[in-house]
């Protein structure tokens, strides 16, 4: 993958939106990953993200009295449109849009590749994502604890990929797909039962 994370944050997007193009209204309503929200929702918070820029968001943020929860549910609920259909048409007119809310590249890598898992496993949709992206992402969040708290679950763990050339941290190891140690680590309950080692009860009490 190159240095920078935009080309394939495209791409990914490009994948997720090809995967819904044939859902159902009843599948456009799964509840995914993220609690309180559809997969629809999720989409539609992806796209919110791809159309901000810094000076929108904060004007956005102030404006839902810096309550970031408001904002972001008042943005997915512009960005859903009338139908699922408004949904997915909105995501794709801006999957190779370069825009984004204040913060660095890598963490709308992150954003993507999360969002995407989040909509797609309970859905029962396989998709192999670039490994290089994975295992960089998960570098970023066991490295900070910004709104994610990713360095807290990891701390203390040795975190091993089974499908990568890839380890970080020292401690009990947790081991299993990079995928799934990504969402494990941004504390995503349904990846854990992916994992072993002597460290994933550690992690478990951490999600």
């Given at each position: 993958?190159?240095?920078?994370?935009?080309?394939?944050?495209?791409?990914?997007?490009?994948?997720?939106?090809?995967?819904?193009?044939?859902?159902?209204?009843?599948?456009?309503?799964?509840?995914?990953?993220?609690?309180?929200?559809?997969?629809?929702?999720?989409?539609?918070?992806m796209?919110?993200?791809?159309v901000?820029?810094?000076?929108?968001?904060?004007?956005k943020?102030?404006?839902?009295?810096?309550?970031?929860?408001?904002?972001?549910?008042?943005?997915?609920?512009?960005?859903?449109?009338?139908?699922?259909?408004?949904?997915?048409?909105?995501f794709q007119?801006?999957?190779?849009?370069?825009?984004?809310?204040?913060?660095?590249?890598?963490?709308?890598?992150?954003?993507v590749?999360?969002?995407?898992?989040?909509?797609?496993?309970?859905?029962?949709?396989?998709?192999?994502?670039?490994?290089?992206?994975?295992?960089r992402?998960?570098?970023?969040?066991?490295?900070?604890?910004?709104?994610?708290?990713?360095?807290?679950?990891?701390?203390?763990?040795?975190?091993?990929?089974?499908?990568?050339?890839?380890?970080?941290?020292?401690?009990?190891?947790?081991?299993?797909?990079?995928?799934?140690?990504?969402?494990?680590?941004?504390?995503?309950?349904?990846?854990?039962?992916?994992?072993?080692?002597?460290?994933?009860?550690?992690?478990?009490?951490?999600?």
């Open positions: 993958m190159a240095s920078s994370p935009w080309p394939t944050i495209h791409a990914e997007r490009k994948a997720l939106a090809a995967d819904l193009a044939s859902l159902t209204d009843q599948q456009w309503n799964t509840p995914s990953l993220c609690t309180g929200w559809s997969v629809r929702d999720v989409l539609a918070h796209t919110s993200a791809a901000m820029t810094p000076p929108k968001f904060f004007a943020l102030a404006a839902s009295g810096f309550r970031f929860n408001a904002y972001a549910a008042k943005e997915v609920a512009r960005e859903r449109g009338d139908s699922p259909a408004d949904t997915l048409v909105r007119q801006c999957v190779d849009l370069s825009s984004h809310p204040p913060g660095p590249g890598d963490t709308w890598l992150g954003e590749l999360v969002h995407a898992e989040d909509i797609r496993r309970p859905l029962a949709i396989s998709h192999t994502y670039p490994a290089e992206a994975l295992t992402m998960i570098d970023f969040y066991r490295g900070s604890n910004l709104l994610i708290g990713g360095k807290k679950r990891a701390g203390g763990l040795r975190l091993r990929a089974t499908d990568a050339d890839w380890s970080a941290g020292s401690g009990p190891e947790v081991a299993g797909p990079a995928l799934s140690l990504m969402m494990a680590v941004v504390g995503r309950q349904a990846a854990l039962d992916d994992l072993s080692g002597e460290g994933v009860a550690t992690l478990k009490g951490r999600v």
